[in-house]
């Protein structure tokens, strides 16, 4: 193997960013190493690595250490999806703290270099707008959503503290709404949601009034952020926002799904689940200083093709992970 090319570790690989995320390492020459337990993704995500001599997939639980020789580690186990995580959120607070704890003992004892695939969920229900990344958020610590952003919130501490206190070479990326083909179709997600009543032709469901913000980033743009992450300076840990600053209110998403699926579904209104934030909008100015990194994908190129994938897929080919769907 030539020096460049890395032994790779992406946990949560067969998940929706994962598993393009493995794509890409193996299209680059990397020898990948998937590992999954498989509680929101199916292994037809990467089905098509399979046969790959540079791809292997364990099945494991992120929560277990587990013993791999690797040179990077992109941390990417957990549920993602509000329904998902709210599903055991006992189980998605451990995932997100003692896998930080397990990846973090395997690039300490590797020497390896180790990405979190963090959130922008770590600012909460933000007040300030749009989110820097000195920005310290307000997230309620005992709601319905702490399981995720509390998770995510000590797994940054996590990162920063194996750094400092044993000089891991880490890589922090808080991740803003990001969407695309593979995403489960019953994740719940706004943009699944959409897409697939806008198909079927049955009511879109708007949460609140509509009026809340979140900007949508192209899942191709931020596997070339996380690679170019990975591979920048030592120096530079993050944390740093990674999503498409172009924000739209959730009615705007749901009338532009409607036009460019040709549907004539009808936009209903539903209660707003606690705690959903009102605004989101992240600050990239760090990403593009120190990365050279923006979003290249416009929202409607990007759903387009997102929209032309739902065509493709049988749906009865996929489990609701949960019975919260
Ligand atoms: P996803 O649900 O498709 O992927 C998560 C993957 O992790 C799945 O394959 C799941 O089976 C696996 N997983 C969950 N718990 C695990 C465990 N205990 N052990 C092993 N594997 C486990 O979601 P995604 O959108 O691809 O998100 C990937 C990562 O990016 C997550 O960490 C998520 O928090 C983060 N993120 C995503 C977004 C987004 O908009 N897509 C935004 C912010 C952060
Ligand atoms: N949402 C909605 N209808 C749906 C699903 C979600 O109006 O069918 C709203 C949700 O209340 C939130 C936004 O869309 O304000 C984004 O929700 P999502 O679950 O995609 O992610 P979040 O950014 O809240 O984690």
């Known amino acids: 193997m030539s020096r460049s090319l890395k032994r790779v570790l992406v946990t949560g690989g067969a998940g929706f960013l994962g598993s393009h995320l493995c794509e890409?390492?193996?299209?680059?020459?990397?020898?990948?190493?998937?590992?999954?337990?498989?509680?929101?993704?199916?292994?037809?995500?990467?089905?098509?690595?399979?046969?790959?001599?540079?791809?292997?997939?364990?099945?494991?639980?992120?929560?277990?250490?587990?013993?791999?020789?690797?040179?990077e580690i992109y941390n990417l186990a957990c549920p993602a999806a509000p329904g998902h995580y709210q599903y055991n959120p006992i189980k998605t607070i451990k995932t997100s703290v003692m896998g930080a704890i397990n990846v973090l003992g395997m690039a300490k004892r590797c020497?390896?270099?180790?990405?979190?695939?963090?959130?922008?969920?770590?600012?909460?229900?933000?007040?300030?707008?749009?989110?820097?990344?000195?920005?310290?958020?307000?997230?309620?610590?005992?709601?319905i959503r702490a399981c995720y952003d509390e998770g995510k919130r000590a797994a940054e501490t996590l990162f920063m503290d194996y750094h400092?206190?044993?000089?891991?070479?880490?890589?922090?990326?808080?991740?803003?709404?990001?969407?695309?083909?593979?995403?489960?179709?019953?994740d719940g997600r706004v943009v699944s949601n959409f897409i697939r009543q806008a198909l079927r032709g049955v009511d879109i469901t708007i949460f609140g009034?509509?009026?809340?913000?979140?900007?949508?980033?192209?899942?191709?743009?931020?596997?070339?952020?996380?690679?170019?992450?990975?591979?920048?300076?030592?120096?530079?840990?993050?944390?740093?926002?990674m999503g498409n600053p172009d924000e739209y209110t959730i009615k705007q998403l749901a009338e532009t799904i409607c036009e460019l699926t040709g549907?004539?579904?009808?936009?209903?209104?539903?209660?707003?689940?606690?705690?959903?934030?009102?605004?989101?909008?992240?600050?990239?100015t760090l990403a593009k200083q120190h990365l050279g990194w923006e979003p290249t994908i416009p929202l409607r190129e990007g759903l387009q093709k997102t929209i032309e994938w739902f065509k493709t897929i049988h749906i009865e080919d996929y489990r609701p992970p949960t019975p919260n769907f």
């Open 24 to 71: 890409r390492l193996v299209a680059d020459g990397h020898d990948v190493i998937c590992l999954d337990n498989f509680f929101t993704s199916q292994k037809s995500n990467v089905l098509h690595l399979l046969d790959k001599p540079n791809f292997e997939l364990i099945r494991h639980d992120i929560i277990m250490p587990t013993w791999l020789e690797v040179d």
């Open 111 to 143: 020497r390896a270099t180790v990405l979190q695939a963090s959130t922008s969920e770590v600012y909460g229900d933000p007040e300030v707008h749009p989110q820097t990344e000195s920005y310290r958020g307000s997230v309620n610590p005992v709601g």
């Open 164 to 186: 400092r206190m044993n000089g891991v070479n880490i890589r922090i990326v808080r991740i803003f709404n990001t969407y695309g083909p593979r995403m489960h179709p019953f």
């Open 263 to 284: 549907s004539g579904s009808k936009l209903i209104y539903q209660d707003l689940p606690p705690d959903d934030p009102t605004r989101r909008k992240p600050d990239i």
């Open 209 to 241: 009034d509509g009026s809340q913000t979140r900007s949508f980033c192209y899942r191709d743009d931020l596997v070339e952020g996380f690679i170019r992450m990975m591979n920048g300076s030592d120096d530079f840990t993050g944390p740093v926002n």
